[in-house]
């Protein structure tokens, strides 16, 4: 009895491990017939003849640009074609038509992408091998990974002395791509890690520069060297000025702490009202700043008329008369009962509250309610 029981064990641990094990992937019908389609194709571009051998490129291209437009999972096209991987890798090696090897190097470039392994940088190593031509044809997907690879490989050029001129190409395809679709931090990244920071104002427009001077001035924040920090400043500086934003244009100048771009800022400004707030925004950082043909810009950078500005922008916002703690505090409102209760700490403290908000409150008119009245 205990021999049958041991046996049906056996069965039961058996179908359970059939259970466990992986099933082979069903595919659709329509599916099938992708994969069927796509591996005679790539037959074909073994194949001698010229003809079919670019009929079957220009039909996989047309399937994967059709797939890459936008990317949520691996399309279709992509997953089939990586199982043919290795042997694509093997079939460009053998191909000995200079024009049709580029060509071909692309597609293997964008199954990289998603087939390389151990993160081998086979997209950027076989886009590099292509045309070089419309990368953007792949799809977003493909330049963000593009991105990332060759920011290391630049690096790593820079180290070893070899040339990033060929690197340097695929850049200037991406990064616009990046600035239209909304990835401005993508872009700004992508150009500290080549050092081509200067050519980021060329992409900038009204309807993005306060975006990537926004992220610039975060970056700057995190800069590796006093030279990676003043190259964001700058860029971040000529972009204001392309906009005529003297102002923002003028906080990056006093971050650099740089005089001649002060100077070059408050004499380009032509806007009167613009002049003195950038004058106000000196002031307060006590810029020693100093412009002999304006006698009232003059004044304001040295803070010579601070208190009577004070007490103008007061009157202007209704808050020059003297208040009383009480009127801050809405004192009228609170139970009467227990205004004064309480132990003599919190009464001590409650005198101390009062005391600050008297300072700060009136500390710029000349005049309070609680000392001296």
């Known amino acids: ?98 024009q049709f090897k580029p060509k071909f190097a692309e597609l293997v470039s964008i199954i990289g992408m998603v087939a390389s392994e151990n993160e081998e940088p086979d997209a950027l190593k076989y886009a590099l091998l292509g045309t070089r031509q419309k990368l953007v044809q792949w799809g977003h997907e493909y330049l963000r990974n593009l991105a990332g690879q060759i920011g290391k490989q630049y690096e790593s050029n820079i180290e070893k002395s070899e040339s990033t001129d060929d690197l340097l190409q695929l850049v200037d395809q991406i990064i616009p791509e990046f600035i239209d679709h909304n990835e401005e931090s993508e872009a700004v990244d992508l150009m500290i890690e080549v050092e081509q920071l200067q050519k980021l104002a060329d992409f900038c427009n009204l309807n993005n520069y306060e975006r990537v001077c926004s992220y610039l001035l975060a970056c700057s924040s995190y800069a590796a060297d006093t030279e990676e920090l003043t190259s964001i400043l700058k860029t971040a500086y000529g972009i204001y000025c392309k906009f005529d934003r003297y102002t923002d244009a003028l906080r990056v100048a006093q971050k650099l702490n740089d005089m001649e771009l002060i100077t070059e800022l408050m004499t380009q400004c032509k806007d009167r009202v613009t002049l003195k707030q950038m004058a106000f925004m000196l002031a307060r950082q006590r810029n020693p700043y100093i412009i002999e043909d304006d006698d009232e810009i003059a004044k304001i950078v040295s803070n010579e008329r601070l208190s009577e500005h004070y007490k103008s922008l007061g009157r202007d916002l209704s808050v020059f008369e003297p208040k009383h703690p009480d009127q801050i505090f809405k004192t009228h409102l609170e139970d009467k009962r227990n205004k004064y209760g309480g132990s003599g700490v919190d009464y001590a403290k409650k005198n101390l509250a009062v005391t600050y908000v008297n300072a700060f409150v009136n500390a710029g008119f000349g005049s309070d309610l609680l000392i001296s009245n």
């Not at 994969?35 to 194949?47: F, G, T, V, W």
């Not at 990317?71 to 089939?80: A, E, G």
């Open 1 to 98: 009895m205990s021999s049958d029981k041991q046996t049906k064990t056996e069965v039961k641990d058996v179908k359970d491990a059939k259970k466990e094990e992986p099933k082979a992937e069903e595919l659709s019908e329509e599916d099938q017939m992708l994969k069927e389609k796509l591996d005679l194709l790539l037959d074909r571009i073994e194949e001698r003849d010229t003809k079919q051998r670019d009929f079957g490129l220009a039909e996989i291209n047309k399937e994967v640009q059709g797939a890459t437009t936008s990317v949520t999972s691996v399309p279709k096209p992509l997953k089939f074609l990586s199982r043919h991987y290795p042997r694509m890798k093997e079939m460009y090696e053998k191909i000995s038509d200079p």
